[in-house]
C-alpha cells in the first residue's frame, strides 16, 4: 500500500516539475514567439510636410499672403512654375482646413517672393502655369 502511496506521489511531484519547467520555458522565449509581429517604423515613413493648395485665381501680393485663400490637399496638383500653386508646411490640420497661422507666417513672404519672380525661392513653395 505504501509503494503505491509513493508511485503518486512520485507521479503527481513530476507531473507538477514537467509543468513548472513547461512554463517557464515558455516564458522566457515568449519574445521570440512568431505571432508577435514588430513594425518597425522607417524615417522615410513619417510625412514631415503637408500640402496646402493655393485655391484663390489672383496673383495680388495681399491675396498670395492670405492664409484664408490656402486649404490642405492630400496630394499636390500642381505642375509648373511661373504662379504660386501651394505651399508645404509642417503641420498637418486636416484635409480641407487652413494652415496653422505660424506655420504660414513663416513663409507667407516667400509665397510673395515666389510669384513676384515667376519661381520658386523656396523649396516649401510649390508652383504651377
Not at 485655391?55 to 492670405?66: C, G, L, M, R
Not at 485663400?69 to 511661373?82: I, K
Not at 508646411?89 to 513663409?107: E, M, Q, R, V, Y
Request: aromatic content about 8%; proline content about 4%.
Amino acid at each position: 500500500m505504501e509503494t503505491i502511496k509513493r508511485n503518486w506521489l512520485k507521479a503527481i511531484l513530476f507531473t507538477m516539475l514537467g509543468l513548472g519547467i513547461s512554463f517557464g520555458t515558455n516564458a522566457s522565449t515568449d519574445k521570440d514567439n512568431p505571432k508577435t509581429i514588430k513594425k518597425e517604423v522607417k524615417a522615410s515613413d513619417i510625412q514631415t510636410s503637408f500640402f496646402y493648395e493655393y485655391t484663390s485665381t489672383s496673383t495680388a501680393e495681399v491675396d498670395i499672403k492670405n492664409i484664408n485663400n490656402y486649404v490642405r490637399r492630400a496630394s499636390s496638383p500642381c505642375n509648373g512654375l511661373s504662379d504660386v500653386c501651394g505651399v508645404l508646411l509642417p503641420t498637418d490640420t486636416g484635409l480641407d482646413n487652413h494652415p496653422a497661422p505660424d506655420d504660414f507666417k513663416s513663409i507667407a513672404n516667400e509665397l510673395w517672393n515666389s510669384q513676384s519672380q515667376q519661381q520658386s525661392t523656396s523649396s516649401q513653395v510649390v508652383m504651377k502655369n
